[in-house]
């Protein structure tokens, strides 16, 4: 089945983010859009896309986040993957998933999860 | 206290100020009613009540534990051996009891249930029935997707969202300095007292967000608030009369809190704190968990939220003397660890 999508234009974005969404804004986002998936049908992964106005937008978001202790696997035009979350970065798409659970093989399945997303941004 | 429902609160809640005076402590009082950055007015008291084992081996807190963990706060705050006796001062039995928690961040950053019902549970062992308290927050599905079961049978313990086809927004606007804005029916016509559930976070453009910014999720327009980093909005906010009138105590969960990236929730910037704060005094209580970011964000290398550019300067603001919310004084703070 597929994930109920929520969109939401720049002046919808504080009623999703909050605060959050001032940085967006400055750095130009032209919509946002978020679903609900289920890793290996157990762990809840909530996927955001946002589009920017361009690449560099996404980048300009990318580059404000601590990268902390990430792992950089090859995704994307830059990527950052983390025990229960991924950030990426492809074109004017910037892609968030966020997992409420660790487990074993989580990291993995995020990062499938973001190669699907890539291939459709490539299409 | 035999005949406290025939006292009105203003009777009562110089009662409690008076007793807990006696006993050399802050007053269990609302310290809006105060002005505690005056060298002749007791401390703001901030307690924080901390379980390393909270959360066991598990993914979330141990509700027995947390029970646990907000006695030993609530009765560190009030200095009495009864777990219950702090609720009953602080409520009366024929009162409607709100608990604004913050759930916008999704369930790995939002109040927990646990905690919640560890609150409804002492509240009705105070008096209040079930059908008198109010768990609520902006929306339903905000509530719902943080765990909340949502509920508006008037028999019950009630989980509403503002956006509730029956709640809404009140008609009156309110302003003060540069808020206009309209408050929740909850909040304006439902609640007699209020409970502030807030979680421990940082926050993008406030610097940090507590017991103050969770006024953010009162009102129709939140979205108008956040220009200069949310500052003066926040303390703005936090003058107008049903929030100051009705706001007596604050539960902060600060058992997983997050350092950067908030307020919604990052993982890599999320960690156990393993903590419960309770204050009634806004500013002191938001002083406090600035202090435990910063400290946080200084062990993994981060830049202060001053050299980041988003100081919490709100927090000042709604202490100084047009405001009067509390005090971010450190000195007039009597912090408690427990």
């Known amino acids: 089945m597929s994930p109920e999508v929520r969109t939401f234009s720049p002046d919808q974005l504080s009623e999703y983010i909050d605060g959050d969404a001032e940085k967006y804004l400055k750095a130009g986002v032209k919509s946002t859009s978020t679903a609900d998936y289920k890793l290996n049908n157990q762990i809840q992964v909530v996927v955001d896309v946002y589009t920017m106005s361009s690449p560099a937008a996404a980048k300009t978001i990318f580059d404000s986040e601590p990268a902390m202790d990430a792992q950089t696997p090859t995704l994307g035009d830059a990527a950052r993957l983390y025990t229960q979350s991924l950030i990426f970065r492809k074109g004017p798409y910037l892609v968030r998933m966020v997992a409420y659970q660790e487990a074993p093989q989580l990291p993995l399945a995020l990062l499938d999860l973001g190669h699907a997303f890539e291939s459709k941004f490539s299409r | 206290m035999t005949n406290m429902p025939e006292k009105t609160r203003r009777d009562f809640l110089k009662e409690c100020a008076i007793g807990a005076l006696a006993a ?34 598990g993914a979330n807190p141990e509700a027995a534990r947390v029970e646990k963990l907000l006695d030993r706060a609530m009765q560190a705050y009030a200095d009495s051996s009864d777990p219950v006796a702090p609720w009953k001062k602080l409520f009366k039995p024929n009162e409607v009891v709100g608990l604004k928690v913050n759930t916008i961040a999704g369930p790995g950053l939002s109040t927990h249930v646990v905690l919640v019902e560890a609150i409804c549970e002492r509240l009705q062992q105070a008096g ?89 999720g009162v009102n129709n327009n939140p979205d108008k608030l956040h220009a200069n980093n949310c500052c003066p909005a926040i303390a703005d906010i ?10 007596r105590l604050i539960v902060a969960d600060a058992m997983t809190g997050c350092f950067e990236g908030g307020p919604m929730f990052k993982p890599q910037y999320a960690w156990r704190y393993n903590g419960i704060l309770v204050a009634t005094d806004p500013v002191a209580i938001d002083q406090t968990a600035w202090d435990i970011i910063e400290r946080k ?3 993994r290398g981060l830049k202060t939220l001053q050299q980041a550019g988003t100081p919490p300067k709100y927090i000042a603001v709604a202490a100084n003397s047009e405001h009067r919310l509390g005090t971010d004084d450190p000195s007039r703070i009597a912090l408690q660890e427990v």
């Open chain 2, 238 to 247: 936090n003058m107008l009369p049903p929030i100051r009138n009705k706001f």
């Open chain 2, 24 to 57: 050399g402590a802050a007053p269990l009082a609302f310290a809006r009613d105060v002005n505690p950055t005056s060298a002749n007015q007791p401390k703001s008291k901030v307690v924080i009540a901390r379980d390393a084992a909270l959360f066991g081996s």
């Open chain 2, 128 to 216: 209040i029935k079930p059908a008198n308290i109010v768990v609520w927050d902006r929306t339903n599905g905000e509530l719902d997707r943080a765990g909340y079961t949502l509920s508006s049978d008037p028999n019950r313990v009630r989980f509403v969202g503002t956006d509730s086809q029956d709640i809404g927004y009140d008609g009156t606007l309110l302003s003060y300095g540069v808020v206009k804005t309209r408050l929740s029916n909850v909040l304006a016509r439902t609640c007699d007292a209020m409970i502030n559930v807030p979680i421990l976070k940082h926050h993008s453009g406030a610097g940090v967000t507590l017991a103050l910014k969770n006024m953010y």
């Open chain 2, 297 to 299: 964000r200084a062990e």
